[in-house]
């Protein structure tokens, strides 16, 4: 299988203040990797898909503006929350797309915003 | 979009016990994975199976495609195996990329 890393493990920041997400997929080259959200007992929803050398695709009700993600390299791609508010607050999970299918999932980031 | 259903939401066993765990989805699929989501958090990869029957060890699972639906079983249940179980899926014609997921089952395994 694919191994996918995250940083920060743990963010807690103002309101107000932007954060920054990075995904790597430490052993092969992903052109796409995706961003989930997932609330305290809930789900995971998908936020958006990243493809490297263009731009995100966002679902439906998430914003763009205030979620940036860029996809720079085949390794690495990164989310950005603007202007982060307490309702920001979740645990921010990606992963990659291997051989074919298969999705493999980072180890989640988890942001407090106070 | 795709709908995906997971039954029961919370399953409390004994240790030893057997279950079977069973995800609807409303479309067709090309991918189904079945996910254990331990206490950090951290999403384990179960099985890709959009059809046919695997194996791992006490785990199991089986997709009958046409009839949209997975099954997931685990055999003498380990308190280890606590935790929350995810199926996700992902529909060709669906639009999205990424995977759907369900609510998830909500295991606890009692020593």
């Known amino acids: 299988g694919a191994v996918v890393s995250q940083h920060p493990s743990w963010v807690i920041c103002k309101s107000g203040t932007s954060v920054k997400i990075e995904c790597r997929s430490l052993?092969?080259?992903?052109?796409?990797m995706f961003w989930y959200r997932q609330f305290p007992k809930q789900s995971l929803m998908l936020m958006a898909t990243?493809?490297?050398?263009?731009?995100?695709?966002?679902e439906q009700g998430v914003e763009k503006d205030k979620f940036l993600i860029n996809h720079a390299s085949l390794t690495l791609s990164t989310l950005t929350v603007t202007s982060a508010h307490p309702e920001d607050s979740s645990f921010y999970i990606c992963?990659?797309?291997?051989?074919?299918?298969?999705?493999?999932f980072g180890p989640g980031t988890r942001l407090l915003v106070l | 979009g795709i709908q995906v259903e997971q039954s029961p939401p919370d399953l409390i066993l004994q240790e030893g016990a057997n279950s079977t765990l069973r995800c609807n989805f409303s479309?067709?699929?090309?991918?189904l994975q079945w996910f254990h989501q331990n206490p950090w958090g951290q999403l384990i990869n179960l099985f890709y199976i959009p059809s046919g029957t695997k194996q791992n060890g006490r785990l199991s699972a089986t997709t009958v495609a046409t009839e949209r639906y997975s099954l997931l079983y685990i055999s003498s249940s380990q308190t280890t195996d606590s935790g929350v179980y995810f199926c996700a899926v992902r529909s060709p014609g669906g639009g999205a990329d990424g995977l759907t997921f369900g609510k998830g089952t909500h295991l606890i395994i009692q020593p």
């Open positions: 990243s493809n490297e050398g263009s731009k995100a695709t966002y």
């Open positions: 052993d092969f080259q992903a052109t796409t």
């Open positions: 992963s990659t797309r291997f051989a074919g299918e298969t999705q493999y």
């Open positions: 479309d067709s699929v090309n991918n």
